[in-house]
């Protein structure tokens, strides 16, 4: 099985000059998972050559607009051109977001072929599992602060394991614990968050099982031709590291 990341989006919570919100694209096999929808996903998908309607899951870590405010242009697109046969999962970290999201779409007068699309609200113990590959659901505590919940992702095939995180809290005391016998094949972190304590951050993951660790979601301090900075300070880690612009691939 090939295995693949491209980083559409990148940003912080804003889009900046050389990049655009949050939206990550996976492949395993012939298995295509979308994790966060920020805008504009729908162009950078069709500039990949990547047709929407392929997808089989779009996952969203949390509901702030930057990962999801390209989701209703996304699914408007797949309506338009859908693919003949297969349906595409639309994942929310709350259950009362799936009625919301309903209701904007019918305000919008993009009247949803239902037949293209289901809807599940995740939960802490929610498994997905689909063309051999399973997704599991980490609470994290990124918006916790207005009771809201947000999750990292641990998707698994029988022969690869990858960790992305999402959005964290300042401390980062919800990175997920790694289980030190199971490495990770890729680990994919946000670097706006954590960059507020971003050296006691590397002394911790420093520790665990990472064969290959992408920096995602690039705060101010390091985006917009300051990359090298962020470079620089994470060199020392015993694992690669890239730090992702928008458009970067990579195998694993």
Not at 9 to 31: A, I, K, N, V, W
Not at 106 to 120: D, G, L, M, P, V
Not at 125 to 130: G, Q
Not at 177 to 190: A, G, M, Q, S, T
Request: aromatic content about 12%; some cysteine; overall charge negative.
């Amino acid at each position: 099985m090939n295995n693949s990341a491209i980083f559409l989006g990148t940003s912080h919570g804003d889009p900046t000059l050389t990049r655009f919100c949050s939206s990550t694209l996976y492949r395993f096999g012939d298995c295509t998972i979308l994790v966060d929808a920020g805008e504009p996903v729908t162009g950078l998908l069709v500039r990949e050559n990547i047709q929407p309607s392929s997808l089989d899951a779009v996952f969203l870590t949390h509901m702030h607009i930057d990962h999801v405010g390209g989701l209703p242009a996304l699914v408007h697109y797949i309506m338009k051109y859908p693919a003949e046969d297969g349906q595409t999962e639309l994942l929310f970290p709350e259950e009362s977001a799936v009625a919301d999201f309903k209701n904007w779409m019918n305000a919008a007068k993009a009247y949803i072929r239902q037949e293209k699309f289901f809807y599940t609200g995740l939960t802490p113990d929610f498994v997905w599992n689909r063309k051999g590959v399973k997704v599991s659901c980490i609470p994290t505590e990124h918006v916790k602060s207005i009771n809201a919940p947000s999750y990292a992702f641990l998707l698994e095939t029988e022969h690869c394991r990858v960790l992305h995180t999402g959005d964290l809290t300042a401390d980062f005391h919800d990175f997920p614990e790694i289980d030190p016998e199971k490495p990770l094949d890729l680990c994919v972190c946000e670097a706006t968050h954590v960059g507020y304590r971003l050296e006691a951050f590397l002394e911790r993951i420093a520790k665990f099982p990472i064969k290959q660790f992408v920096f995602n979601h690039i705060g101010p301090l390091w985006t917009d031709g300051k990359e090298k900075i962020l470079e620089d300070a994470v060199s020392g880690l015993p694992f690669p590291v890239l730090v992702a612009r928008d458009g970067s691939k990579l195998e694993f």
